[in-house]
């Protein structure tokens, strides 16, 4: 027989054992049931996407590469052009009428019609309709005609380096897959299915794309046509929604009212969905990053499981019917990539990727385009340039043609050139006497510099003249006379210790 100690130890063993099959079972039956809490992750995902959608967001303009400066190049540009050409840009035969239509394709060149309406602005920036020069003083229009000649080759490298600049690639205004629709109205389509009604107004037949309800196993199922998990508001209330008849509850978060039931092998109830919705709230207004669009899409597809072919997005065990064996989730029928792809038939998806797929390359163009942008900065500044050196070599144009016209008595000429206004001439063309082009120098603000010979010269010049016209002034006017018949003719007191003024 047995003592009484082994007798206890047999039947304390016999509870441990039953225990421990009891505690096993139970664990197995949680691991294998729907728990509350399970879809935390895929709420959070959804309501990531949501809040996105749901928020003001503005989008990026296309950038424009024809700015002030590109502006600049070309007006200076047309300012040097001759004058047949500025007459294409006024009608023929009318008076003070500006030519608005491209000319017929017979009639121009292969890049009119991309900067013909460039070329317009330039014109009339430089004219008046009556043809009369507008009061800017920035341009070549006032420099003689050979001064022009010198500059213009360089200012048509320079206009034609912006024009290949500004020739970015053709993009629309709007992004292609807004269809004519606002930002707005196509990310309020992802949520509610509808992009004329917003979660307050969303019901059945927006959610779940048919107007006639369906039981919970059908409405969470995607598809093409018939009741189906149509939105991100579907797709919410398939995860969360609480299910009727003591099945578990906040599977996704305790802010879901268990009262707020998905009746079982009923309809859902939109103002519940609604309810779950607007916990995801909105971003403050700002502009929208395609990189935060394209990461909360990518955050729910990879929470997406795969199983029998189909996809699952939510905790399942056979299906999506909202009973805690079965399973609480949006089935992705046919399925079967595990390579991240977007499910087929889910508008709440492919939505938000086509608009962060296009405003990606909206964005790579603006980050190209500052670069550009920089390019053309430095094209206008050297156009600028030019316009100085083009003032400038008007100003010693006209001293040096006043230095060698024919002087009248008493008549100073003022031809004082500094080193400085030499310097600011960056072309061997304009660099002229009494300035010196040296190309071996190794400082590039002093290649064209004053040069002391020339300017010594022509100082001598000077001074000669003033001389000449002083003695001039002091002579009677026996000293124009040229012939013999003048020299009778003039009359006047001959000068001291000269026998005659005349020959």
Not at 9 to 33: P, Y
Not at 285 to 290: E, G, I, M, N, T
Not at 298 to 306: K, N
Not at 397 to 409: C, N, S
């Amino acid at each position: 027989m047995q003592s009484s100690q082994e007798q206890k130890r047999t039947v304390n063993g016999c509870r441990i054992a039953v225990a421990f099959i009891v505690l096993s079972i139970t664990k197995l039956g949680k691991a294998t049931n729907i728990e509350g809490g399970k879809n935390r992750p895929v709420f959070d995902a959804l309501c990531k996407l949501t809040r996105l959608a749901r928020s003001d967001l503005t989008i990026p303009e296309e950038p424009n590469l024809k700015n002030q400066d590109f502006k600049d190049i070309i007006k200076l540009n047309m300012s040097l052009a001759p004058k047949a050409w500025k007459q294409v840009f006024w009608k023929t035969g009318e008076k003070d009428a500006w030519q608005d239509e491209l000319p017929p394709k017979d009639q121009h060149g292969d890049d009119w019609e991309e900067y013909w309406s460039d070329w317009k602005d330039a014109i009339r920036s430089l004219y008046k309709a009556d043809r009369t020069k507008t009061e800017d003083k920035t341009t070549f229009e006032s420099l003689p005609e050979d001064v022009k000649d010198t500059i213009r080759p360089r200012m048509i490298n320079l206009a034609s380096a912006a024009a290949a600049l500004a020739k970015a690639p053709a993009a629309p205004a709007q992004l292609p897959s807004l269809k004519g629709k606002t930002l707005k109205q196509k990310l309020t389509e992802a949520v509610t299915g509808d992009g004329s009604k917003d979660v307050d107004t969303a019901d059945y037949q927006s959610i779940y794309g048919a107007s006639s309800g369906s039981d919970r196993q059908t409405a969470c199922t995607t598809g093409t046509s018939g009741v189906r998990a149509n939105s991100l508001m579907a797709a919410l209330s398939c995860v969360c929604a609480p299910e009727s008849n003591g099945q578990v509850d906040y599977v996704c978060t305790p802010a879901v009212a268990k009262a707020d039931v998905w009746a079982n092998a009923g309809a859902d109830n939109p103002p519940n969905t609604r309810k779950i919705a607007k916990l995801c709230g909105r971003l403050p207004p700002r502009q929208l990053k395609a990189d935060e669009l394209r990461q909360a899409i990518e955050e729910i597809v990879a929470l997406i499981t795969t199983t029998g072919g189909h996809g699952y997005l939510g905790a399942t065990k056979t299906g999506c019917t909202g009973a805690r064996n079965s399973g609480r989730c949006v089935k992705f029928t046919g399925y079967g990539d595990k390579d991240g792809k977007i499910p087929a038939n889910t508008p709440w998806l492919t939505i938000p990727h086509s608009i962060a797929t296009e405003l990606a390359g909206r964005e790579a163009r603006i980050l190209q385009a500052e670069t550009t942008k920089a390019a053309l900065k430095a094209l206008a500044e050297q156009a600028r340039k030019l316009s100085r050196e083009g003032e400038i070599a008007k100003i010693f144009k006209g001293q040096l043609q006043t230095a060698h016209e024919q002087t009248a008595p008493g008549k100073t000429v003022n031809m004082e050139i500094s080193d400085g206004e030499c310097n600011k001439l960056t072309s061997n063309n304009t660099c002229k006497s009494p300035c010196k082009w040296n190309e071996n120098t190794t400082d590039i603000n002093k290649k064209c510099s004053l040069d002391p010979v020339k300017a010594t010269e022509q100082q001598a010049a000077q001074t000669a003249g003033t001389e000449e016209g002083a003695a001039g002034a002091t002579t009677d006017k026996c000293g124009l006379a040229k012939t013999p018949e003048d020299c009778v003719l003039a009359k006047g007191d001959i000068p001291k210790d000269k026998k005659a003024v005349c020959n």
